[in-house]
């Protein structure tokens, strides 16, 4: 049997675990609206309630010290009856967009490879794939992402030096979310970028304009590589002109043009769409070469598969709809009008998510000490950990104790 890097793709945690259809993409991310939505206006209420209760009970104690409680005003509760008006599915895809794109400014600041920066973006998308921007504010998942993107990439950073990044942020607040990230990517932290496959293709390009090409040739496996140059440099040029034929030199900058065109769009619209989730990383980078340059794209994919094959027609519609996804992110064609209604809208949006976030999970390190403490429920907050799990670890950790001093004996005395 011949193993094929399709196959070995397909072993992947991408492929296994964060492939999906269109329609499944948005029926998940419709759940994690409600689910989440259902969540606020619960921790809302929760949290409404308990301060009418403060109130009413700080009012009468007030009303004792007076002698009566009788002209007491009591607080305005037109607030506590307004209804949270909830983030939806598609609101909440605009502002993890706007933090993916964020990402990529981020990862300019901190001075790291773009391939550090694309498995954060990506970690970014999978993780709110599964949870809301209500329940995790996207700036303080960023951060951290970044943080284990570096190390998932090998351009680690200790805590300190990368919090220094930050004029306000401390290594603590880096640290915080960490594990509840690691939950959500499911622990897994291999990114498929389209990268080395583009710089492939684009050696095997130059190869042939050299013609020193010595690779697989689906087009006439008699042709040599002096034939296969030949044949490359009567391609028609790109655009539909209608000209065709040129010098080696010029097709050497033909193909430098559009690798550097490609690249730009896989490390901008590739990585701010769903293109990840929806298509392999040779169908993206193919799909980004295909808007580059096409007359190129098709000749160097029929050195791969012949225009006969079966399924020619379906890689080829595969490539054009992938072509279409990364064609219609903004950042392809820039248009100022278009950009500024975009800031307006992602203003507005943002100005929302603040009187819809969870009240519960606003303050990360906090949370986290509680979990680390094994702390349950206190004052009401919902910080820590059910009572039920406490007492497990409590009772765990007593055992370990137990077993130590039996086998080490007991403490000595001071």
Known sequence: MKLTEDDLYRTSTQYRH????????????????????????????????????????????????????????????????????????????????????RALALGQHCQFPIEVTATCVQFLRRFYLYNSPMTYHGQNISRTAMFLASKTEGFHQSVDTFSSNFSKTTPEQILAPEYLIVQGLRFNFDIKHPFRGLKGGHLELMGIALGSYEGPNALDESMTSADLQARMLKLPHKGNSGKAGMSSKEMEKRITDAYGFASHILKTAALLTDAYFLYTPSQTWLAAHL???????????????????????????????????????????????????????????????????????????KLNQAQKRDAVKEDGEGVGLEESKAKRRKIERETYEKASDEFWGPELKK
């Open 291 to 365: 808007l580059a340059d096409e007359p190129l794209t098709l000749f160097y994919l029929g050195l791969k598969l012949p225009s006969s094959s079966p399924i020619y027609p379906k890689v080829i519609s595969t490539l054009r709809a992938c072509a279409t996804l990364l064609r219609s992110h903004r950042t392809f064609a820039p248009n100022t009008e278009r950009d500024a209604k975009h800031k307006a809208d992602v203003k507005h949006l943002i100005e929302k998510l603040k009187s819809c976030r969870d009240p519960d999970k606003v303050d990360l390190v």
């Open 18 to 101: 964060w492939s999906f259809t269109k329609e499944h993409l948005a029926a998940q991310r419709l759940k994690t609206n409600i689910q989440a939505s259902e969540r606020v206006k619960a921790n809302v209420a929760r949290q409404r309630a308990q301060r009418v209760q403060q109130a009413e009970s700080d009012s009468l104690s007030s009303g004792v010290e007076n002698g009566s409680g009788a002209n007491t005003p009591l607080p305005d509760r037109s607030s506590d009856l307004k209804e949270v008006d909830c983030l939806t599915a598609d609101e909440e895809l605009k502002i993890v967009d706007e933090f993916c794109e």
